[in-house]
């Protein structure tokens, strides 16, 4: 690995991120997560137990490693204190080495019973969100009306905000008699949590900087895929920050030349939760046989993911908009015992067949997926270690996978355990 390297989601999220970067963590000095908030569930295993993490960074169980959370995220702090209760009885302390930024916005009550009201309005066209207040929460960081951080250190400005927000969000907010919306309750339980996140909080921008010059190795961890961007995934269906590189630089203040390298994380096949198009998904036996055997089940909302083949034209888009240089396959050992497995290479359209997509990315709901299809493998690869060890058809796979992407390939991960990983 490169000293300093962006990991990112190269499909619709759960690509395995959390995993790649606990374990690429162990040779970084400093894990820093740039965007997204608690919709977001990095798995990691920690002596064989299972820690799901929403917003504090992948690498925070190796306990020598300082983490940050950047002013991209949207922090819900009920949320993290959550996680931190979660780490605590793991016996892994975050003192003195989790870091918030001062401008980062916060998530909340309200936003997550706006995200609730909305999402039911929408009906059946509804984007599918994790509830957790994510597009309410940001909407309000453009709007510039959102608290931040730093406002829980001035409480005459929180409270003027808050009186704001009942100006504003009279609709949802006048009459509700939800906890979510009772601003006099809300603004009570932020000034106490003001004290325990106060030594946590400062300028991640600068810190980074001071990290980068005395020569430390930076992690930075993002959070979705790259289908999920607000700008270059499947609008409206995606979520509403950048999860691509763009959402590094801003998201933490760092300038383009803190970076040495980027990997893009890829699961062997596709996923997505809720709504919105999907090429290439399964709703037959293999789609639920991806899903069992994948345990494709949502790690923040528990919902079922939608599963189907590797998708090559969308991972083309992903890796064009994040400038991969290597890719991180994960879950290889979930494609073990298929006979074929198909990889989609171009798309139908309008009697035409592309090999980018659309710019119109809406028009995936009518494309129809043109595939290749390659020859499965008898024998597992779950839990190896090894390059060498793969089954010919699975190095194929692997193989064909980078160089239709045109990348490197940074490591193959083999199961859901740290060791279960082929370092290239
Ligand atoms: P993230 O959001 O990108 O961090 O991914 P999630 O944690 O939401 O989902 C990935 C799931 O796959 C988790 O349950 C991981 O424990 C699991 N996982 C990660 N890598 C592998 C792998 O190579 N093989 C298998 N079988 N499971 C994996
Ligand atoms: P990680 O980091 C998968 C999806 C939701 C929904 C859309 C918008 O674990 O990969 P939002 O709550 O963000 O407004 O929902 O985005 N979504 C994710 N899907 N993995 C995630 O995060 C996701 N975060 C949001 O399911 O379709
Ligand atoms: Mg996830």
Same mark, same amino acid.
């Given at each position: ?92 302390? /975050? ?7 001062? =401008? ?7 936003? %997550?019973? $706006? &995200? +609730? ?121 995606? /979520? ?7 959402? =590094? ?7 383009? %030349?803190? $970076? &040495? +390298? ?163």
């Amino acid at each position: 690995m490169s000293k300093n390297t962006i990991v990112v989601g190269c499909q619709w999220g759960d690509e395995g991120k959390g995993k790649v970067v606990d374990m690429l963590a162990e040779k970084a000095d400093v894990i820093a997560r740039f965007q997204g908030g608690a919709n977001a569930g990095h798995t990691i295993i920690t002596k064989d137990k299972k820690l799901i993490l929403h917003l504090i960074p992948s690498g925070v169980t190796h306990e020598d490693k300082i983490c940050y959370i950047g002013n991209g995220v949207v922090l819900d702090l009920f949320g993290i204190m959550e996680e931190l209760e979660a780490l605590k009885s793991e016996g892994i302390s /975050t003192k003195d080495r989790l870091f918030i930024s001062s =401008a980062a916005n916060l998530v909340m009550p309200y936003h %997550k019973l $706006i &995200d +609730e009201i909305e999402e039911k309005k929408r009906g059946g066209d509804g984007i599918g969100t994790t509830l957790r207040g994510i597009g309410p929460a940001y909407r309000d960081k453009i709007s510039r009306c959102g608290v931040r951080m730093a406002d829980l250190y001035a409480p005459e400005r929180l409270k003027k905000k808050l009186e704001y927000q009942k100006k504003i969000k009279g609709e949802y907010l006048t009459g509700s008699d939800d906890d979510r919306a009772n601003l006099e309750k809300i603004y009570d339980d932020m000034i106490k949590l003001a004290p325990i996140f106060k030594p946590c909080i400062t300028n991640v921008s600068i810190d980074l900087e001071n990290h980068h010059k005395a020569g430390k190795s930076i992690l930075y961890e993002g959070a979705q895929g790259a289908m999920l961007d607000i700008d270059l995934g499947t609008y409206p269906f995606a /979520t509403s920050s950048n999860t691509t590189v763009g959402g =590094a630089l801003t998201g933490l203040g760092i300038g383009p %030349k803190m $970076i &040495d +390298e980027v990997v893009g994380i890829v699961k062997a096949y596709t996923t997505r939760v809720g709504g919105g198009p999907f090429p290439t998904e399964l709703v037959d036996d293999s789609g639920n046989r991806l899903r069992e055997a994948g345990c494709e089940y949502g790690a923040t909302t528990g919902r079922p993911r939608r599963c189907g083949w590797l998708d090559i034209v969308s991972l083309k888009h992903a890796c064009r908009i994040n400038g991969v240089d290597k890719i991180a396959i994960t879950k290889l050992d979930v494609l073990d015992g298929f006979d074929k497995i198909k990889v989609c290479t171009g798309y139908k359209l309008n009697g035409e067949t592309l090999s980018e997509v659309p710019l119109d990315l809406s028009d995936l709901w009518d494309i129809k997926p043109v595939y290749e299809e390659l020859d499965g493998w008898d024998k597992p690869t779950a839990g190896l270690t090894k390059f060498e060890d793969l089954p010919e058809n699975a190095k194929k796979y692997v193989n064909y996978m980078a160089d239709s992407l045109n990348v490197g390939i940074a490591l193959v991960s083999t199961g859901p355990k740290r060791s279960d990983t082929i370092v290239l």
